[in-house]
């Protein structure tokens, strides 16, 4: 069944409304609100409702505060000891889990890594009822003890909120103690907020608050920025610092992929901020911005061309013609692999579709992979993002401010008095955007797909198996959790949270590796073995004699 | 070293848990209610924990895992969880229609004092269970105990649903205890050639093992059935494998519906195995066939074959209860030497099966419940061995000592074939011997000088 075909027989509206068909009332005119037919509207997009909570019973793709706090910003870092402050398992369960790989480069192989530990206080009943204070306490000492890490960071997970251990002051107290080690917390407790969003607010805040702007000791460079928004996963930033070193740039510190305590310290020395994802570590970019005066602009090195594109802007900020040609150079002497590779896996995945429901940005930043594949974007969402990761950052004016995200602490960041100064005056930054460079923007999900698409918050289990049973795209993109009730469908389905092998997938290497993984997806032979022979023809017309 | 910070002096913690060897209650309870036959599990407490154990179970059974979660917010914290649970309720019927539900609580449900039995109560005499319809429920703090605890509570909390009808059925219960869907896959088939007619519950075979067919199916065919469940209260006896994951619920049967109860060790390795089919024998008064004698025979005649390659070698191990007692025998009754063993399960009793096993060993064994691996890697820095047992993450461990290992318990996130290939019975024992002997022989492959290089071994 060639694609065309398959496009012409559904129409969105019909879609929608079977998508919701089966619900509850209440619960059907909530999901759609979340489910929104993409029409390119002269004026931006249709709204669509997100950050909002889970519906009870309804089986989610998301995770929580804490997941988003520990497993995806703090967990990538090496050097800091991150002990988690509850019962055994969550502690467990974030253990090595993302793939967030990391080296440790010149230290040589000696270098502190402590991200193949895994550290709790493993509470038990008599700790939730007298308070695990004390054993908190008595656990930052023994890790001291054994490790002597430049850093330990705790995190509070459902049990501990809700005793009221203080685990802020337990580890200040720690510090004071140690002297040469910081001790810091984070209270994301897994019910606070609506999913790993929180958690991602919560981390960014107190990164900022602890450990950005504590080394001032000059950083080398000559093109310093911080890349923010990347993890590192599978070896997506190893492939984006090797394209950073070769055109000049210096990259002080990844937010958090493959990262250290000191690159995090030192990062209020960039004179730039380039964000990938922006779900997750947008506050960052912005108090880095208020606080040292270091703008920040949107990039993303998912798709070769995106990569390209977004090296350009880069050189573009610091308007050197040395670097501008340097990265034309780069990008020229690595774009006839991509594009070899592209053309040949072309001749299989041009006109497929795809359909992909990730995290905060994911979603979004992968379509221009499948674009250069020649595979067209039939629905996509997120798991956790904000109505401005859909619509373009133009609608946080009117955001309303609801009781779960209320409960996130707003940091209030002034401008350092003897450390803020700003990169560019305003005339150069006006004169940069009338040149095309957008600061402090980007436009979302939404205005990248085509009309009729579907873009979907919050997706759950129930709404992907009958969004693929009707739309039966060629592959689905999604994570761990979904992955096998999809595949039972008959359709591939690649895992990009964590991915689920192989990578990078980032910048030009990464792309090419992505051709490779999508073309043996779709072209596998397996996905044709679903019936037997016999089948297709249960009913025997002719009989067999042995003679 | 992926472990370079492990330093060889042991110092005492009395706080810190370093690489733990066992988990939280509710992904046991989870994986356990898989195993009815149109149950959805569902995770009373905030979405992140029930995200968790599905992602955990998924990469381990790399199956789809299916449960609902009462997704607490702030609001829901305060003010107790009952209206999300009593509205996940009519959602859940409403959407995905099990028979079903399998609720089991997670720290938070539990610390902020949700009654369970009585938000059940509720929601049936309010009718919002429809009719037909079951609910069943187990508590399950993750600060107490293990997920073996928690699998063990909801094996227990199946009981709920027996009734009996005052005419025995015939049947035997066979609880197995957490283990694979092939194993209790190997088990029906085991008592099928025994002659004895079982019960077997929780039973993950043919949910948890099922087959590409290009149709997904929510609650596919395998699982006890809730009439089987109600059954159990009829039946003859009941046959508890693991003192830690099923006897609990056998007993209740027996002190509830005087089902008498046997509990044995899981049936891994020779002797245990021996036990169980002695146990069936008895208990069904019937004779033990020849094709049963066949296996055991083929076992000990490996054992004959290769005990030279088996005798007097160290091991370490790190694992759950109940399979590492069976295991531990195992490797004893073979002429291995189990040296360091733990769990992260509390409870003395494991120390004291262990020191029973081992106590004719010419060596004190390190054991201990409440262990973690990283004290299992100081362990081995002070006396090596030849070759490690445990869960995924001990790979690190047998890299970086460069020992030979082999993925047994859970979870095992980076192999295949566990779902597939029984490691209970005999015939589970030959496999669990074919894998010690290829990797201590590939290692003795890549360790021999040239001269000692031999084609046959
Ligand atoms: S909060 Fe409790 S139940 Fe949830 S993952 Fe953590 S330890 Fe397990
Ligand atoms: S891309 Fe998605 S999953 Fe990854 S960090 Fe951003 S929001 Fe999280």
New interface residues.
């Given amino acids: 069944m060639g694609a065309a075909e398959k496009l012409v027989q559904w129409d969105p509206t019909d879609i929608k409304a079977e998508l919701i068909k089966k619900y509850p009332p209440k619960v059907a005119r909530k999901r759609a609100k979340q489910i929104m037919i993409n029409e390119a509207l002269e004026n931006g997009t249709p709204e669509i409702t997100a950050n909002v909570r889970t519906i009870p019973g309804i089986i989610t793709m998301r995770g929580c505060t804490y997941a988003g706090c520990k497993g995806v910003i703090m967990g990538p870092t090496r050097d800091i000891v991150n002990l988690v402050h509850g019962p055994i398992g969550c502690s467990f369960y974030a253990w090595l889990t993302r793939r967030n790989q990391t080296d440790p480069g010149p230290e040589g192989p000696d270098g502190e890594n402590f991200m193949n530990y895994c550290f709790s206080t493993d509470m038990q009943d008599q700790d939730i009822i007298f308070g695990g204070e004390k054993k908190l306490a008595t656990a930052i000492q023994e890790a001291y003890d054994l490790f002597h890490p430049k850093s330990i960071a705790i995190f509070a997970t459902c049990p501990v909120g809700l005793i009221g251990d203080d685990i802020h002051t337990v580890s200040r107290q720690m510090k004071e103690k140690f002297g040469d080690c910081n001790v810091y917390a984070f209270s994301c407790e897994g019910y606070k907020g609506v999913s790993q969003s929180a958690g991602h607010h919560i981390a960014n805040n107190q990164v900022f608050r602890h450990i950005v702007g504590e080394n001032d000791e000059p950083v080398e460079g000559k093109y310093k920025i911080n890349l923010l928004g990347e993890y590192n996963i599978g070896g997506d930033g190893f492939e984006i610092d090797r394209v950073f070193k070769k055109c000049g740039i210096t990259n002080i510190s990844t937010f958090s992929g493959n990262s250290t305590y000191e690159q995090f310290a030192t990062a209020h020395q960039a004179d730039l901020n380039a964000v990938m994802c922006h779900r997750s570590i947008n506050y960052v970019a912005d108090m880095l911005e208020t606080k040292f005066g270091i703008p920040w602009i949107k990039v993303n090195f998912i798709g070769a061309e995106a990569t390209a594109k977004s090296l350009r802007k880069i050189a573009a900020y610091f308007e050197d013609q040395k670097l501008i040609d340097k990265v034309e150079a780069v990008i020229a002497e690595e774009m006839p692999e991509v594009d070899a590779a592209a053309k040949d896996a072309q001749d299989r995945t041009k006109g497929k579709t795809a359909m992909m429901f990730v995290g905060g940005s994911r979603a979004h930043h992968y379509q221009e992979l499948f674009n250069e594949l020649g595979m067209k974007t039939i629905s996509a969402g997120y798991e956790f993002a904000h109505r401005d990761d859909y619509e373009g950052r133009r609608v946080l004016p009117f955001i309303k401010l609801d009781a779960d995200s209320r409960n996130i602490e707003e940091l209030e960041v002034e401008a350092d008095p003897e450390r803020y100064s700003p990169r560019k005056t305003e005339e150069a930054l006006k004169t940069l955007e009338e040149k095309g460079l957008k600061f402090k923007d980007y436009e979302g999900l939404a205005p990248d797909m085509e009309d009729g698409t579907l873009v979907i918050d919050d997706l759950n289990q129930y709404e992907a198996e009958k969004l693929v049973e009707l739309m039966k795209p060629d592959i689905f993109c999604a994570g761990i959790k979904e992955k096998f009730s999809i595949q039972k469908l008959g359709v591939p389905m690649k895992q990009l949270h964590s991915y689920d092998s192989g990578g990078p997938y980032a910048g030009f290497k990464g792309a090419i590796n992505f051709y490779k993984e999508i073309d043996r997806l779709v072209s596998s032979k397996v996905w044709s073995y679903m019936k037997a022979p016999w089948q297709d023809n249960p009913q025997l017309s002719g009989t067999f004699v042995w003679e | 070293?992926?472990?370079?910070?492990t330093?060889k002096e042991i110092?005492e913690?009395?706080?810190?848990?370093?690489?733990?060897a066992?988990?939280?209650?509710?992904?046991g309870a989870m994986y356990a209610a898989l195993g009815i036959h149109g149950c959805l599990p569902?995770s009373h407490?905030?979405?992140?924990?029930c995200?968790?154990?599905?992602?955990?179970l998924?990469?381990h059974y790399?199956?789809?895992?299916?449960?609902?979660?009462?997704?607490?917010?702030?609001?829901?914290?305060v003010f107790g969880g009952q209206a999300?649970?009593t509205?996940?309720?009519?959602?859940?019927f409403?959407?995905?229609n099990p028979d079903i539900v399998a609720v089991h609580t997670?720290?938070?449900s539990?610390?902020?004092g949700d009654d369970l039995p009585q938000i059940r109560k509720k929601a049936i005499t309010e009718g919002k269970i429809p009719e037909g319809k079951y609910v069943i429920g187990a508590s399950t703090?993750?600060?107490?105990g293990?997920?073996v605890t928690g699998f063990s509570n909801m094996v227990k909390a199946m009981t709920e649903l027996a009734e009996p009808t005052g005419k025995k059925n015939g049947k035997v219960n066979l609880i197995p205890g957490w283990v694979e869907p092939c194993d209790m896959e190997e088990l029906k088939r085991i008592s099928k050639l025994m002659g004895v007619s079982t019960i077997m519950f929780p039973d993950t075979s043919g949910v948890l093992n099922?087959p590409?067919?290009?149709?997904?199916?929510?609650f596919p065919a395998g699982g006890t059935t809730i009439a089987e469940l109600q059954s159990t209260a009829d039946s003859t006896g009941t046959l508890a494998l693991g003192e830690w994951c099923s006897a609990d619920a056998a007993r209740q049967l027996d002190k509830k519906y005087k089902v008498p109860c046997t509990v044995l060790d899981m049936p891994f390795g020779l002797k245990a195995t021996d036990r169980f089919i002695e146990a069936l024998r008895t208990l069904a008064g019937v004779n033990v066939p020849e094709e049963i004698m066949t296996e055991r025979g083929q076992l000990v005649d490996l054992i004959s074959d290769m005990h030279q390659y088996f005798y007097n070698k160290k091991v370490a191990l790190a694992g759950d209860p109940d399979q590492l007692i069976a295991m531990t025998e195992f490797l004893v009754s073979i002429d291995m030497c189990p040296v360091h063993i733990i769990t992260?399960t509390p409870g003395k009793k494991f120390e004291k099966r262990i020191k029973e096993i081992t106590a004719d060993m010419p060596y004190e064994v390190n054991v201990k419940a409440k262990g973690d691996f990283?004290l299992l890697h100081q362990w081995m820095k002070n006396e090596p061995v030849d070759l490690l047992i445990s869960n995924t993450?001990g790979k690190?461990i047998a890299r970086d000592e460069d020992v030979p290992f082999i993925r047994w318990g859970f979870p095992i996130?980076d192999r295949q074939g566990h779902q597939y290939f029984p490691t209970v019975g005999y015939k589970g024992g030959l496999r669990l011997l074919e894998k010690i002997l290829t990797v201590l022989l590939d290692r003795k492959d890549r360790d021999d000088p040239e001269t000692k290089f031999e084609l046959v071994l």
């Fill in positions: 070293m992926l472990l370079r910070h330093p110092s913690r009395k706080a810190l848990t370093i690489n733990p066992k988990t939280c209650q509710p992904i569902h407490g905030s979405q992140g924990c995200a968790y154990h599905r992602s955990t998924t990469r790399k199956e789809p895992i299916s449960a609902g979660t009462s997704s607490f917010t702030e609001g829901a914290s999300n649970l509205q996940a309720f009519n959602n859940i409403t959407v995905y997670t720290c938070l539990e610390t902020i703090p993750s600060y107490v293990s997920h099922s590409l067919t290009g149709e997904y199916k929510m992260g990283f993450y690190y996130l």
